[in-house]
Every structure is written in structure tokens, then in C-alpha cells.
């Protein structure tokens, strides 16, 4: 499996929406999300974009060429969390700085 199929997944799942809700956030076939997860085609470089916006990725992360570190702690990976979330977590670590 390619890291593009293995990472659409996962972020879909950690979203908690199936094949058919992502295809239709994204405009496209359940068919297409199938064959992205089953690594049987790539999307478009437009599409890839698009995935990329939604959840909040780069297409570097998407497509495996990203490495994320965390030597030092300092690094959360929020990758799938929607914009809320991660508005969540921030405000969190700020009320932490602030006790």
C-alpha cells in the first residue's frame, strides 16, 4: 500500500466519515475514494490539492515526502484533526502556559 492510500485512509477514518461522506465533501465518486484507499489510481494534482485543504495536510504529508519530527517534545502531530480540534488544543496548551 502507498502512502498516499495509507494516509487518505487514516484521515478519513480519524475524521469518522465513511467513502461515500468524503466523495461528496470533495465532490467526487465513492468509487474514486475506493480506488485512492485501495491504491488502484492517484488523484489529479487539482484533487490531491483539494484533499490537502480539507484535511488540513500538506501534499508533501499526503504523498509521504514530509517527515515530521519531535525530538525535543516541543512538536504535536494533528494531522486528521479538524480546525477545531486543533483550536481546541491550542487553547489548552495556552491555559497551561498561563497556570
Known amino acids: ?30 468509487q474514486s475514494i475506493s480506488n485512492w484507499e485501495n491504491d488502484n489510481i ?7 490539492e483539494k484533499i490537502a485543504d480539507f484535511f488540513s495536510v500538506s501534499t508533501d504529508y499526503l504523498l509521504g515526502r514530509e517527515k515530521r519530527k519531535s525530538t ?7 494531522t486528521g484533526l479538524s480546525p477545531n480540534q486543533i ?9 497551561l502556559r498561563n497556570s
Do not use: C, N, W
Open 72 to 78: 525535543d517534545g516541543s512538536t504535536i502531530d494533528v
Open 87 to 95: 483550536e481546541h488544543i491550542m487553547l489548552i496548551v495556552d491555559d
Open 1 to 30: 500500500m502507498s502512502t498516499f492510500a495509507y494516509r487518505i485512509k487514516y484521515l478519513r477514518q480519524t475524521r469518522e466519515l465513511t467513502q461515500v461522506q468524503l466523495a461528496d465533501k470533495l465532490g467526487v465518486s465513492k
Open 42 to 48: 492517484m488523484p489529479s494534482v487539482d484533487m490531491l
